[in-house]
């Protein structure tokens, strides 16, 4: 009834074609009003595009008269405007008024358009929506006869209703796999929603059917196709075999009730009994044919299929395993006696069995163990054996169990083969100790060289040339990190063509010639640039407070040098504008001056006692102790070449703490501390406060100095500034009769000669250091104990750095000793410490290098030792003190007070390095920089082969005394006074670091290239295949990106010679450019295609021809941040308005409009939002945490 009341014949007989016709029924019901010609018209066949394309034609005329005839008069529509839009938009210039062609294209414009005060650049936009207007026109036009074959009366032309035809071609453009029948039923039909209504049921009813047909296959454990004959699928199949199927189905549901008791609803389980019920009728029937099989085989109890299966299954189990004992069975009468004493002799064993089991729990052991068998299978007779020895031999057992247990753990630890020899007497107590011993050590190296086959193959030579070379990479990787610092510094330094913010202002302070800006104002408005420029600042306190401001600069780092002599109250400003602080300074040398706190020290007597202020420490470095920050002290004692040099300081203020490297020198050659005691030297108290006899031999001294070691430093230091003055005096006195000697005064102009009181010397350091007492006997005899500052408050500190200053050599001029010292009467820790300063000058032991007492470390050295003494070489072992010792040294026989060579071995002090930089590197390092020749023995070379090892150390002995006389003798040569050159740079040679003055708009912008793709003429654009515009497509974008889609179709269209293009060309652009990103090398954004992987740049748009390139929405967001994230990277930030003119000069435009701008500000901010930049103090940057590329 279906069919007819659709118009068609009852021809559908299957699923499928009843659902193709519901589809059908459906298509023509969503049909749109429309009049019976539109529906039946021929051109629908192959027109569906072209109408479509007609249709968005008048579309997109509606809305641009929407936007254009309240601006305009009517005449414009008549009226050629191409020309005079062109010669609007080609003159820009200033003088552009002078020009004819455009004061006439003007004048022609201002009386078309009704607001003739309007901007330039605003009618050129309303003159390209009039020309865009006046082509879709002419194209409406053109496409009338098309229409009226298409929509009939539908069609008025560009006045028709274009809701109404897009409806109808849209659902044209659905009939494209039903024919043309849907379009003939519905210019037939007038009642579509009947034909919905019955469409819509018919559909239910259908759905409904399948499911239940599947649910009936599925229920049968098979698919519905095993049903149907293989010319049918399931959809296909006639409904009247389905039919037919279903009467057979029932009467088979019916016969099933009538076999099987109380039946399933599940057609499928039923159809497994029946199958089982069809099995039993087969067994059966067997059954019975084998009756008379079964007669002879079971005889009585054979019954046919009423049989006991399970007796006749043990029966038959039996005799097929035991058919071998039916012949013997038979011949028994009595069987039932004879399973009586089976088990009885059952019963026998197993209480044996049990009983041997105890026996082996008891003795914790096993039967295997015991009788060397297991319970099952184990013989009477050897049991038997074995307990009678047991019991014979009781007394023995405990020896037996002790041998048994060592024989074990020799086994155990692969000694088998000793266990056997002493077993059998091959191997006699006395000598198995040393031989086990000396097996295990010589197979436990054989093993380590098995499992390690480096050490057999270790080569001392080799691995010292491999040391050597890890030691110049090391030094190499030491120099080639500050050339990466300097690059890295180079990497922030800002571009040259930054023009905007602190860059912008430090450029034009540079530029200036005077009226420069204070040092404090330019850094509050240019400290990033100048920061960027110089990231390291030495300043003093003052001048932290006086140039930084406060919350506006800000560094990583700080560090305070020689912290013990700065107060807190002038390091905290420093340490506020610092993200950390690192503090260096020795609590035991000189605190601040207290000079200027002695002044208002009065004004502090009434502050309350009660609570530690931070003005109660003397100096930065006590606070930051006080306040229990991490500490780390530096161990390694530097400046002294001789440990006498420093070994008060290390004792009485270190605790013993330093590593002090030993030197191979002693008092003979010249190094370490001297004492020399001015016995006639006398005090003059009162005006003077001076030893004049102590300070003249002072200056003697220092001639002498000069004679013999003019190439050492030399500071001469005083107790107080009388003795200080008195020295100069005669010095003075001395260098104007010996003129010859004034040139040692300027030869060391790193560190110049000087003469300092105490109070002043803290930081210098000189190969020689003269140190002059001063304090004496007056006239009278009578010893003051005033030692000046010594003997106040931290008088150990000042001390501590005086005798400390020495590199070489420390020579301490006294008319005083030790001896002379009562501290009794002077009183102070400082005292006390001077004392014994003076007692180790005047009685220590001053050679080098002696023997510290320490054992050797290893048998390994004591073997090197003794083979050196045997060849008449005098060996000192662990030479040095304070933690650094050299393992072996060799003195020199023919010059006293000096090691010809140290021997390192690879010991504990070698293995316990904590780094190879350290093991093979510096320690060496340092010991060559001190004076030392090493040589270095490996303890493998030394086992393997000790004669070769032991001449190249008689060799290295021998190099070394050949090496220490040629330096000697150079010494000699060249112990004269450095002469001084001076060298006067030119002004020509001297290159000036600075910012570059550039334009940064010339200098940062790239232009804009335009793609120029070639056509293939072959086909009109918009019926050019798809596969070649996606090509073209990619190959725009590769050029331009980004790009967008308009320009894309520009570039297309002027490639074809087409002055405009339709909405037909528009669409197929638009599908060949998304086809173009599917292939993932291109993609799009907001209509603006990417070329992936690409980096983003602003370019300038000055020279383009394209005219829409120039119009701020033409240019993509992501273009705009990318330039001005250059801008603010170069300028280290910048202001909006800055960022706003130069991103438009980078774009080419001479002046900013206010839709630019707009457009700009929008990237700006939407950038912030996105936190890529953010607002710091009035500028805007880019956010720290964020990489550069990321913030485009």
Wanted: a negative charge.
């Amino acid at each position: 009834m279906f069919a007819p009341s659709l118009g068609t014949e009852s021809r559908y007989h299957s699923s499928q074609e009843i659902k193709n016709l519901i589809e059908l029924s459906l298509r023509v019901a969503d049909a749109p009003d429309a009049s019976p010609q539109a529906f039946i018209a021929s051109v629908w066949e192959h027109g569906v595009e072209q109408a479509m394309e007609l249709v968005n034609s008048i579309t997109t005329l509606n809305s641009l008269r929407q936007k254009i005839d309240p601006y305009v008069s009517e005449a414009v529509w008549d009226t050629e405007l191409t020309q005079i839009r062109h010669n609007l938009a080609i003159h820009t210039g200033v003088f552009k008024f002078l020009n004819s062609e455009w004061r006439r294209s003007r004048a022609l414009a201002q009386s078309l358009i009704r607001d003739s005060n309007q901007p330039i650049q605003q009618q050129i936009e309303l003159l390209d929506n009039i020309i865009q207007a006046q082509t879709l026109r002419k194209n409406i036009s053109r496409s009338s006869e098309f229409g009226n074959s298409a929509f009939g009366p539908h069609w008025r032309g560009e006045n028709s209703d274009s809701h109404a035809l897009k409806a109808l071609v849209e659902w044209m453009a659905t009939l494209k796999d039903v024919g043309s029948e849907a379009r003939l039923l519905a210019s037939q039909l007038s009642d579509r929603e009947t034909l919905r209504h019955l469409s819509q049921k018919l559909e239910l009813l259908l759905d409904r059917t399948s499911i239940e047909l599947k649910q009936l296959w599925k229920s049968f454990g098979t698919s519905s196709e095993s049903w149907f004959d293989n010319n049918y699928s399931i959809k296909r199949v006639p409904l009247s075999f389905i039919e037919a199927l279903a009467q057979k189905l029932d009467r088979i549901d019916s016969t099933s009730h009538q076999v099987i008791k109380d039946p399933t609803d599940q057609p499928g389980e039923r159809l497994v009994l029946v199958k089982k019920i069809i099995a039993l009728q087969y067994q059966k029937k067997v059954i019975e044919s084998q009756s008379e099989l079964g007669d002879v085989a079971f005889g009585s109890k054979w019954l046919s299929s009423q049989s006991d299966w399970q007796s006749l299954n043990r029966d038959y189990s039996w005799m097929a395993k035991h058919g071998d004992l039916r012949f013997i069975c038979a011949t028994i009468n009595d069987r039932n006696e004879l399973l009586n004493t089976t088990k009885q002799l059952s019963s026998t064993s197993f209480s044996i069995i049990d009983e041997l089991d105890d026996l082996a729990k008891e003795l914790e052991s096993t039967s295997d163990l015991l009788f060397y068998s297991d319970n099952q299978h184990i013989r009477i007779d050897s049991v038997l054996s074995k307990l009678t020895s047991w019991i014979e031999n009781a007394e023995q057992l405990s020896k037996w169990v002790a041998w048994q247990h060592r024989r074990n753990q020799a086994n155990e630890q692969g000694l088998s083969a000793v266990v056997e020899r002493l077993e059998d007497g091959r191997l006699s107590l006395p000598i198995c100790y040393s031989s086990v011993e000396y097996t295990y050590y010589e197979s436990l190296f054989s093993l380590m060289a098995k499992q390690t086959p480096s050490l057999s193959r270790f080569d001392g030579e080799l691995h010292t040339r491999q040391v050597s070379y890890f030691a110049e990479m090391d030094l190499r990787r030491i120099k080639s990190s500050s050339i990466e610092v300097a690059r890295a510094h180079h990497r922030r330094i800002p571009s040259k063509i930054g023009a905007a913010g602190p860059v912008g202002v430090l450029r034009a302070e540079m530029a200036r010639k005077r009226g420069h800006m204070p040092i404090r104002q330019l850094m509050l408005k240019a400290g990033p640039a100048i920061q960027a420029l110089k990231p390291v600042m030495m300043m003093s306190p003052l001048s932290v407070a006086q140039f930084l401001i406060p919350g506006k600069q800000t560094f990583d780092l700080l560090v305070m040098d020689e912290a013990s002599q700065i107060q807190p109250v002038d390091a905290i400003g420093a340490i506020a504008r610092c993200q950390q602080v690192v503090v260096v300074g020795d609590e035991r040398q000189l605190p601040p001056t207290s000079f200027f706190s002695r002044m208002t020290e009065a004004s502090n007597d009434d502050d309350d006692d009660d609570t530690t202020q931070v003005a109660d420490i003397e100096s930065i470095l006590g606070l930051f102790v006080a306040r229990g920050l991490p500490q780390r002290m530096l161990r390694w004692h530097y400046r002294s070449r001789h440990q006498s040099l420093i070994a008060v300081s290390n004792s009485q203020f270190y605790e013993n703490k330093l590593f002090i490297v030993p030197s191979p020198y002693t008092e003979e050659a010249g190094m370490g501390l001297r004492f020399h005691y001015v016995e006639d030297g006398v005090f003059e108290s009162g005006a003077g406060n001076a030893n004049p006899i102590e300070a003249k031999r002072i200056a003697t001294s220092i001639l002498e100095h000069i004679q013999q070691n003019p190439e050492l430093s030399l500071g001469v230091a005083t107790f107080s500034v009388s003795q200080r003055k008195a020295i100069q005096d005669e010095l003075e006195l001395l260098r104007r009769l010996n003129p010859q000697y004034e040139e040692f005064f300027n030869a060391h102009p790193g560190e110049p000669f000087f003469i300092k009181n105490l109070e002043n010397i803290q930081g210098d350091e000189r190969d020689v250091i003269m140190i002059s007492v001063g304090y004496a006997r007056n006239k009278q005899g009578y010893l003051a104990m005033r030692f000046g500052p010594l003997g106040s408050q931290g008088g150990e500190r000042r001390l501590n750095v005086l005798i400390s200053r020495a590199k070489r050599r420390c020579e301490v001029f006294a008319s005083i000793t030790d001896e002379d010292i009562d501290i009794e009467r002077a009183k102070g820790v400082g005292v006390l410490a001077f004392k014994l300063f003076l007692q180790y000058a005047r009685t220590g032991r001053l050679s080098m290098s002696a023997p510290s007492g320490r054992p050797m470390d290893s048998v390994f050295e004591e073997q090197v030792a003794s083979a050196l003494q045997t060849r008449g070489y005098q060996v000192h072992p662990q030479v040095g003190i304070a933690g650094f010792f050299i393992d072996l040294a060799i003195a020199d026989p023919e010059l006293p007070g000096r090691y010809l060579l140290g021997i390192e071995c690879d010991g504990s002090a070698y293995h316990s390095s904590r780094s190879a930089r350290e093991r093979d590197r510096l320690r060496q390092a340092v010991l060559e920089d001190h004076g030392w020749i090493i040589h270095r023995i490996w303890s493998t070379d030394w086992f393997q082969r000790p004669d070769e090892q032991l001449q190249r150390v008689i060799n290295a002995i021998e190099n070394a005394k050949t090496e220490l006389n040629n330096r000697a003798e150079h010494k000699t040569g060249n112990s004269r006074a450095v002469p001084i050159e001076i060298v006067t740079v030119e002004r020509e040679d001297v290159i000036e670091v600075g910012l570059d003055r550039k334009d940064p708009a010339n200098d940062q912008s790239i232009n804009y290239e335009e793609s120029q793709p070639e056509a293939n003429f072959a086909y009109p654009l918009h019926e050019t295949p798809t596969g070649i515009l996606a090509d073209m497509v990619e190959k725009i974008v590769f050029i331009e990106s980004p790009v967008h889609l308009s320009e894309i179709i520009t570039r297309l269209r002027t490639a074809w010679g087409l002055q405009r293009a339709g909405a037909r060309i528009e669409n197929v652009v638009s599908q060949a450019a998304q086809i173009a990103c599917k292939k993932g090398k291109i993609y799009e954004e907001n209509g603006f295609f990417f070329q992936k992987e690409a980096l983003i740049q602003l370019r300038n748009r000055q020279n383009v021809l394209s005219a829409g390139l120039r119009k701020p929405e033409m240019i993509a967001p992501k273009e705009i941040a990318a330039g001005a994230v250059d801008i603010i990277r170069d300028s280290l930030g910048a202001t909006e308005d800055e960022i706003i003119t130069a991103v438009s000069r980078m774009l080419g435009f001479k002046s900013t409009s206010s839709v630019l701008r707009r457009v700009i500000s929008e990237v700006i901010e939407q950038q912030i939002k996105d936190k890529q930049f953010k607002q710091s103090d009035g500028l805007i940057v880019i956010e720290e945490s964020e990489d550069i590329q990321n913030a485009v």
